[in-house]
């Protein structure tokens, strides 16, 4: 399994750290972290990886796992709610918000949805040697999928209010290219009882999330723009390191989207 050396914090200290915050503490130190960038650095002059200076965003491999883990989470949604004893066994510790979940056992799940998809991809490219993962880079999708995941519920929240604002999306009912429910948007602007909705609400979503893939992979690329821009974003900008495959830059999402659910956002720099 590949383990996750990752300069933030992905274990949750709690679920109600403002969100907007960067990580309280890392799972290495600061400085054990500049290390490994450095020795990883330091190996690019002879990895044949890095022979032309550009390396593939890391963003599309990221993007799936994110799905994936969406995919698994309405799955296990839909098990829980029929409450048969095997479905109960087959349940993925993959939603934080449950209570039944211990955060390990959510950060693992997570973890292995990375090194699944980080795996597949160092045996379809065994004949290009140039596509396979560098260790470091795996790190960083490892770190980044299991961040996405252990703030899952800040995440969407914050997707949801933030895109609710728009009008425009409202009026021409483009709520799922930011992979929500309009149900989503009516509660969080009042127009349905919050009491009455939440439990039908999450049953759409869920149904939705499993069998659109389209609205599926445009929720995790929401997601995963407001997790780089908010929480990666300022660490590594504090520790003034700059990271492989594209940073975390938002690069994977259209300019129309983009300025609703980052109205803020400007380009980081990259070299």
């Known amino acids: ?12 200290r709690s679920l109600s750290r403002p969100f907007h915050s960067p990580a309280a503490s ?24 890095y022979a032309t200076g550009i390396r593939s965003s890391l963003h599309p491999t990221t993007i799936n796992c994110i799905a994936e883990a969406l995919l698994l989470r309405s799955s296990s949604s839909s098990s829980s709610r029929n ?4 479905d109960e066994n087959r349940r993925i510790a993959i939603d934080i918000s449950d209570t039944n979940n211990e955060p390990l056992q959510v950060a693992i799940t997570a973890g292995n949805i990375a090194a699944t998809a980080i795996l597949r991809r160092k045996v379809d490219g065994t004949n290009d040697e ?27 929240m914050e997707l949801v209010q933030r895109v609710s604002l728009v009008d425009w999306v409202q009026k021409y009912n483009e709520e799922a290219s930011f992979g929500i429910l309009v149900e989503e948007c009516q509660r969080v602007g009042g127009g349905s009882s919050l009491s009455s909705s939440m439990n039908d609400e999450d049953e759409l979503l869920s149904a939705r999330i499993r069998t659109d893939p389209l609205f599926r992979m445009n929720r995790a690329e929401c997601l995963l723009a407001l997790f780089l821009t908010n ?24 300019d129309d989207r983009l300025m609703v659910i980052l109205p803020e956002y400007s380009k980081p720099v990259t070299s």
């Open 1 to 12: 399994m590949i383990t996750s050396s990752i300069p933030y914090d992905y274990s949750r």
């Open 26 to 49: 890392a799972s290495t130190d600061d400085d054990s972290f500049r290390s490994t960038i450095d020795e990883s650095s330091s190996s690019c002059d002879t990895d044949p990886r």
């Open 83 to 86: 409450n048969s004893r095997e």
């Open 130 to 156: 140039s596509s396979i993962f560098t260790t470091e880079e795996s790190q960083l999708i490892s770190g980044r999928v299991v961040g996405v995941v252990m703030r899952m519920r800040e995440l969407e």
């Open 231 to 254: 929480v990666e974003r300022p660490r590594m900008e504090a520790m003034n390191m700059i990271l492989p495959g594209g940073g975390s830059a938002v690069d994977f999402i259209d």
